[in-house]
């Protein structure tokens, strides 16, 4: 007898619940008023990106399913800026929500604007600006595509910067193996050693990294795609420049600054709010976010907010694969976070 799964039965608990008339009790409730539920999304699978990594991407099928039960359930999805407004105002509409985008790469644009166009759903897109300007695919998550796409090779590591020997790529830890040994020895900076490395993998795979390439596979937006985006009304804000959290807080404030002067120069508007990249963060970040006029900070820990939040420390509820219609709309109307969960997500495996 097959047992069901923890999705299973979080799918199973809020479909009795909306039965009941729970769900939309809940959903009407002043309790759910008071607080505003911040969707997070990675990406938007063009192909079957969401077949690789469902913890990262979702179908583009999958994304438009979501705009219609947001649709369906009457929420007021709320640009981020007034939407926190609001929220510490104590004004908000029934059934808010606010939908943010991580990182900013050109699945954005390619498929997930077209489809919030057509609802009529604002956006922000939290933009790491490194690979923007240098704009080839992102070594890690590129590295690691290309070797799940041939996950039935064995792959002959020599004379491949890092690898050394032959590697099984049928196994998942395998692949994870070839990537951390390929990152291991790199720098963690804009190296075109880095990007090299990457193409020679992939044509070692056989894989056709010019296709790939055109097809702007896990590659950020360009500055005039920013530049275009904004002014159809798209919310750029704060990723960091290198998509990372050094222990260091003048380091890490150094690169916010970077980001922000990038960004502002892309869209002609200073940005004020602020995404932890992978949802990592340290305490001593908040004081130097709030000293550089940092309004908010949105973390990858579940939850919704209220008006005891730390600004700075923001919940929202991260959007993959593996969260089925039911929890996703359990989570909209605010039955989702009354359950048993996690309370730390952690972060998403991105390296620039």
């Given at each position: 007898m097959r047992h069901m799964t923890i999705q299973e039965l979080k799918a199973s608990s809020f479909n009795v619940l909306k039965h009941l008339g729970i769900a939309d009790w809940v959903a009407e409730s002043a309790w759910r008023r008071r607080r505003l539920l911040i969707l997070a999304f990675h990406g938007i699978a063009l192909n079957d990106e969401h077949q690789w990594s469902p913890g990262l991407y979702i179908s583009?099928?999958?994304?438009?399913?979501?705009?219609?039960?947001?649709?369906?359930?009457?929420?007021?999805?709320?640009?981020?800026?007034?939407?926190?407004?609001?929220?510490?105002?104590?004004?908000?509409?029934?059934?808010?929500?606010?939908?943010?985008?991580?990182?900013?790469?050109?699945?954005?644009?390619?498929?997930?604007?077209?489809?919030?166009?057509?609802?009529?759903?604002?956006?922000?897109?939290?933009?790491?600006?490194?690979?923007?300007?240098?704009?080839?695919?992102?070594?890690?998550?590129?590295?690691?595509?290309?070797?799940?796409?041939?996950?039935?090779?064995?792959?002959?590591?020599?004379?491949?910067?890092?690898?050394?020997?032959?590697?099984?790529?049928?196994?998942?830890?395998?692949?994870?193996?070839?990537?951390?040994?390929?990152?291991?020895?790199?720098?963690?900076?804009?190296?075109?050693?880095?990007?090299?490395?990457?193409?020679a993998l992939v044509r070692r795979l056989g894989l056709d990294y010019d296709a790939l390439f055109q097809k702007r596979v896990l590659t950020l937006l360009r500055p005039e795609e920013v530049a275009r985006l904004a002014r159809e009304g798209v919310d750029f804000q704060l990723h960091t420049h290198l998509h990372l959290t050094p222990p260091d807080v003048n380091d890490f404030i150094s690169d916010v600054l970077r980001n922000r002067d990038l960004i502002e120069s892309f869209t002609g508007k200073r940005p004020q709010h602020f995404c932890y990249p992978s949802g990592n963060y340290r305490t001593d970040y908040l004081s130097a976010l709030r000293q550089q006029g940092i309004v908010s900070a949105t973390t990858c820990d579940p939850g919704m907010a209220t008006r005891t939040s730390h600004p700075l420390l923001l919940p929202r509820f991260i959007d993959t694969s593996n969260v089925s219609d039911a929890v996703f709309e359990g989570w909209l109307t605010g039955v989702a976070p009354c359950l048993p969960r996690r309370t730390r997500r952690g972060g998403y495996p991105v390296s620039n």
């Amino acid at each position: 007898m097959r047992h069901m799964t923890i999705q299973e039965l979080k799918a199973s608990s809020f479909n009795v619940l909306k039965h009941l008339g729970i769900a939309d009790w809940v959903a009407e409730s002043a309790w759910r008023r008071r607080r505003l539920l911040i969707l997070a999304f990675h990406g938007i699978a063009l192909n079957d990106e969401h077949q690789w990594s469902p913890g990262l991407y979702i179908s583009l099928a999958q994304f438009e399913r979501r705009l219609a039960l947001l649709k369906a359930t009457s929420c007021n999805v709320l640009p981020l800026g007034e939407a926190l407004e609001r929220l510490y105002r104590g004004s908000l509409p029934r059934r808010a929500v606010a939908l943010t985008f991580d990182d900013g790469y050109y699945d954005f644009l390619a498929g997930a604007w077209p489809l919030l166009r057509a609802y009529g759903y604002p956006a922000t897109v939290y933009l790491t600006t490194a690979r923007v300007e240098h704009n080839l695919p992102n070594v890690g998550l590129f590295a690691s595509y290309a070797l799940w796409r041939a996950r039935n090779q064995l792959l002959c590591g020599d004379g491949i910067y890092g690898l050394h020997g032959t590697y099984a790529l049928a196994a998942p830890r395998e692949r994870e193996r070839v990537v951390r040994q390929i990152n291991d020895g790199l720098l963690n900076s804009i190296d075109p050693t880095k990007d090299a490395v990457v193409e020679a993998l992939v044509r070692r795979l056989g894989l056709d990294y010019d296709a790939l390439f055109q097809k702007r596979v896990l590659t950020l937006l360009r500055p005039e795609e920013v530049a275009r985006l904004a002014r159809e009304g798209v919310d750029f804000q704060l990723h960091t420049h290198l998509h990372l959290t050094p222990p260091d807080v003048n380091d890490f404030i150094s690169d916010v600054l970077r980001n922000r002067d990038l960004i502002e120069s892309f869209t002609g508007k200073r940005p004020q709010h602020f995404c932890y990249p992978s949802g990592n963060y340290r305490t001593d970040y908040l004081s130097a976010l709030r000293q550089q006029g940092i309004v908010s900070a949105t973390t990858c820990d579940p939850g919704m907010a209220t008006r005891t939040s730390h600004p700075l420390l923001l919940p929202r509820f991260i959007d993959t694969s593996n969260v089925s219609d039911a929890v996703f709309e359990g989570w909209l109307t605010g039955v989702a976070p009354c359950l048993p969960r996690r309370t730390r997500r952690g972060g998403y495996p991105v390296s620039n």
